[in-house]
């Protein structure tokens, strides 16, 4: 009897020391090789393309068994979305709508992390629901992530799956948000296949499941390294994105 197919797992959802995570790109790409059974990841620094053009460099010149797609978590003035198969950076602090738009415009995937969540940037369901209804063509909504270990998202979770599958009919999709190696993978999302091509063809065809993995503790991921995830989020990476969205704005491209 012929054994049925092994569907693909991707973790769609991953920081580096790019923006605030604590560990740099190549111990990430050292960690999914040899800790996980991940066939896809996404980089997606906030408001950081740089993070997930290195992770291209570095696949491209060693061989790893694992596909990587460049993606940012863009902070909007609505919420955060992450937009996936990015060539350019997508500037910061726009509408939603004119970030979504800029986001298919390059042939990417709009994707909403930690929807509903009162307890970090994220899309409400009033702007959810605003996006349904939108009769433009290039605004959007690909996704929304379902299964994440963001614990500001947990408590929303049921909520937004509900109303997905009552209301928006959106692909689902799982991440780890992670921000510490340990984390890496313990939300993930099931496809068809196995390459970056085939998850992209299963989000548009709403043929993906997000799925839970293994949970990881504080204790577990350590007092020191918690310690220095706050400082990059709060302290050191701010100033960066204030920097970068300044420079845009001077030259007409915020707005």
């Not at 993070?51 to 993606?71: D, M, N, Q, W």
């Not at 063509?137 to 614990?151: I, W």
Request: hydrophobic share 40%; with cysteine; proline share 5%.
């Amino acid at each position: 009897m012929e054994q049925p197919r092994r569907l693909g797992k991707a973790d769609l959802h991953l920081h580096t020391d790019a923006s605030d995570g604590v560990f740099d790109v190549a111990t990430l790409l050292d960690y999914v090789e040899r800790k996980t059974d991940l066939d896809v990841i996404a980089v997606t620094d906030h408001d950081e393309l740089a993070g997930a053009h290195k992770a291209l460099e570095l696949t491209s010149r060693k061989r790893y068994r694992f596909e990587v797609i460049a993606g940012m978590e863009i902070t909007t003035v609505d919420g955060h979305v992450v937009g996936l198969f990015l060539e350019r950076p997508v500037p910061s602090f726009r509408s939603l709508a004119r970030t979504v738009a800029a986001i298919h415009a390059q042939g990417g995937l709009c994707i909403v992390p930690h929807p509903l969540s009162w307890l970090t940037r994220s899309i409400g369901q009033g702007m959810l629901d605003e996006m349904a209804r939108r009769p433009a063509p290039e605004v959007y909504l690909d996704a929304l992530e379902l299964v994440t270990v963001n614990p500001a998202a947990r408590v929303t979770s049921e909520r937004a799956k509900h109303l997905n599958e009552t209301r928006y009919h959106l692909a689902e999709v799982g991440g780890s948000d992670a921000h510490f190696l340990l984390q890496v993978g313990t939300g993930y999302t099931l496809f068809p296949g196995f390459s970056a091509w085939d998850l992209r063809r299963a989000i548009l065809e709403r043929a993906t499941r997000a799925v839970s993995g293994r949970p990881v503790s504080l204790p577990q991921i350590g007092l020191r390294q918690i310690l220095s995830q706050h400082t990059r989020s709060l302290l050191l990476h701010p100033p960066r994105v204030a920097r970068r969205t300044l420079a845009r704005l001077l030259k007409g491209e915020v707005g």
